[in-house]
């Protein structure tokens, strides 16, 4: 077993105050079962929580795993280990089965970061059946290596293994954890991803914060919410091995940006797109508009994102009911919901009928596109339905089901703007229920969607 | 309940408490046992988060509707029998509540007294913005039409506190030398307000009064009015009163001429 100098522990602190930080956690007395043989230096860490940290370092080549929440990588708890080790304060031991169990999760390769990134072939550059649209993977691919590109993936997977490692702390201790009802938990977690550059799962973690405490199941959706963070997370570190449309879908979920260029260089969907419906929700210090677009003769759908922070204006451009004969531009992923608008080749009229489905065709449209994309929080739909009250609540109903709503204030626009008569709605699917968004009459389309504060966002 | 149901109330009972507390249940015999056995679940801290990953996925996939209810209000309630207010319309009432609010009582009672129907667009804006105005809401229900009886029935919080009653709606005070020229002819009114604002007898200190005289001037006064005030001398300090008293009888002449465009109702 081939030992390391103080100067190789010191090199590998990602920062000299994890370095520091590692000093006073250096002593016999704040550690337990630590051992190492010719491959594998273990132990159990004393930390601040009431649960130990299980540190385990392969120091061949060298990986590091510990179950504590920090982003970095090596930790301040695995470069103590390193210096009990040098100091000669860990035994030669067997390796004992609980952590052998550990091992496994060590990171399957660490150095140089390049080497972390997925191989790029040239596959990845067509996603199969989707008419030719483009895939992240020019993006991820198109830059030589060793370029920022290298470091953001590295980043990215340094993040998802952080992510990992906190939702397993959540899984071992509990969401009963009093932590759990610190906002600056969360917050802290958030931040970190966005150091990594996945904000789409910052976000996620900002907008489950908001579950916590709320409504009595709030355990059950915090539950299904990591459950996801899991999913993705783990999507995010084999992108490699699915296929290529799924990866697009996980990269963009994930947060990974793509040039408007590079979207713009794709392959038109020209159509009559209805402008189905349209939902504001703040996200963190920044208000998102979606806006559904329902292509008459494709009968997708699609989705164009604007975002205005604290003073400034929405974009107004697509006004809900008006129908536009244009080009749309899909991002990548497997069902490519988010898209923008290109070139209009002018303006159309307003159907006559609004193409809506039965409650039960409803259900099943959006289920499809959740089983393409699991981890979707917003799905639209438009249903010829009815509002009505059942003995839970306000519900969308026709002859052969119904569909609950989210709140007693969706009802209430929705009676006004229907007198609770059968009418095309275009409904937002969400986790926590039905959102209406736009009642759509024979002469008229009427905007009921969640509007932005006006006092932070001018719509 | 079911099997499902059991074992999500498991999983969920399992991440609330934690593994070291409590193991993580198994699932039922089916599509996510298979589930556990391909993706090679291996017992760790992580099981519950895997598995109630893929019994989400698998709800929120096979999202079911509930079983269908019955409607609870009657479609021979609201067989509208006066013409609906068009989109113009209510497209002008928003410029009026959000530009000149001070238009908002003469929009109602030229709607009553024409006998258009609010939209259904304008119909919970119309109530959640009069609510609270005994005298207004008089008018809004005769606007809205049977869908107010529905709307506070099935939303009994909805209803005004007081039953509302017809009332006169409150002067606008305006200046003496505009008021006697209000319901005249044109001209007289256009030359005074005019001249005063080229003469500085009138000045931004009178905005609400002048206001109020726009606002309540013979509707035949409105067009030329604003013609007049757009030539306004542009250099004068009062160039932008001209301006906001030119738009807003523009607004209020579009407002009473869409109002009294209603069509034949059979």
Known sequence: MQRWQIEQVVAAAPRPAIFAGAQPLAVPGRWATVGADDRLVWGRCAGSRAEPY?????????????????????????????????????????????????????????????????????????????????????????????????????????????????????????????????????????????????????????????????????????????????????????????????????????????????????????????????????????????????????????????????????????????????????????????????????????????????????????????????????????????????????????????????????????????????????????????????????????????????????? | MSELADYVNGLVTTLLLGTDRTPAPDPPSGPLAQFDADIGVDGTHQTPLQRIAAVTAARRAGWQPHPPVAPTISPTTLAASRPVATQAIAATWRQIVSDWPLLEDEWLATMVETGWLAGPELTLPLVLRHRGNVRRMTMVAVVCGPIIDVLFSEFPDLAPRRKPAAADPPELITVQALRTLLAGPPSPFIDELVDGLHRLRYNPTHRAVLEHAVATVNPATLLPLAAALDDTDRTLPSIGLAFALAELARLRHQALTELHAIPEHP
Request: proline residues 8%; contains cysteine; charged residues 20%.
């Open chain 1, 54 to 459: 299980d540190v385990v370092i392969d120091h061949t080549r060298p990986a590091y795993f510990c179950s504590c929440p920090s982003r970095a990588v090596p930790c301040k708890h695995a470069i103590a280990l390193l210096l009990l080790w040098v100091r000669g304060h860990v035994p030669a031991a067997q390796l004992p089965p609980s952590i052998a169990a550990l091992a496994v999760r060590l990171p399957k390769d660490v150095a140089p970061p390049s080497a972390a990134v997925p191989p790029i072939t040239e596959s990845d550059r067509t996603v199969p059946g989707q008419g030719g649209q483009l895939t992240i993977s020019p993006d991820l691919a198109g830059t030589p290596p060793n370029s920022g590109r290298d470091e953001r993936v590295a980043r990215m997977h340094a993040g998802l293994r952080d992510l990992l490692r906190w939702l397993d702390d959540r899984a071992r201790f509990g969401l009963s954890d009093p932590s759990l009802a610190r906002y600056a938990t969360w917050d802290d977690l958030a931040a970190r991803l966005v150091d990594a550059q996945v904000g789409g799962l910052a976000n996620r973690v900002r907008r489950l914060a908001g579950l916590v405490g709320v409504g009595h199941d709030w355990h059950r959706r915090v539950a299904e919410e990591l459950g996801m963070l899991w999913v993705l997370a783990n999507g995010g570190l084999n992108l490699s091995t699915l296929p290529t449309d799924l990866a697009d879908s996980v990269a963009m979920a994930l947060g990974w940006q793509v040039r408007t260029a590079t979207v713009l260089d794709g392959a038109p969907e020209t159509d009559r797109w209805l402008v189905a419906g349209r939902s504001d929700t703040r996200e963190d210090r920044i208000e998102v508009r979606r806006v559904w677009l329902y292509g008459l003769a494709t009968r997708r759908w699609a989705m164009v994102l604007s975002f205005a922070a604290y003073r400034q204006s929405l974009d107004g451009s697509l006004a809900v009911g008006s129908v536009l004969h244009a080009d749309l531009f899909r991002y990548p992923g497997r069902i490519g919901l988010r898209a923008i608008v290109g070139l209009h080749h002018g303006p159309s009229d307003y159907p006559s009928i609004a193409p809506a489905l039965s409650v039960v065709d409803g259900c099943a449209a959006v289920g499809s596109l959740i089983a393409a994309e699991p981890w979707l929080e917003h799905v639209p739909v438009t249903v010829l339905a009815a509002v009505t009250r059942s003995s839970n609540g306000w519900v969308l109903s026709d002859e052969f089901g119904s569909i609950p709503l989210v709140g007693q204030a969706d009802a209430l626009q929705l009676v006004a703007a229907t007198g609770g008569q059968p009418a095309a709605l275009t409904v937002e699917w969400t986790p926590h229920g039905v959102i209406p968004l736009t009642v759509h009459l024979p002469d008229r389309a009427i905007d009921i969607g969640p509007r932005a504060d006006p006092s932070f966002a001018a719509a």
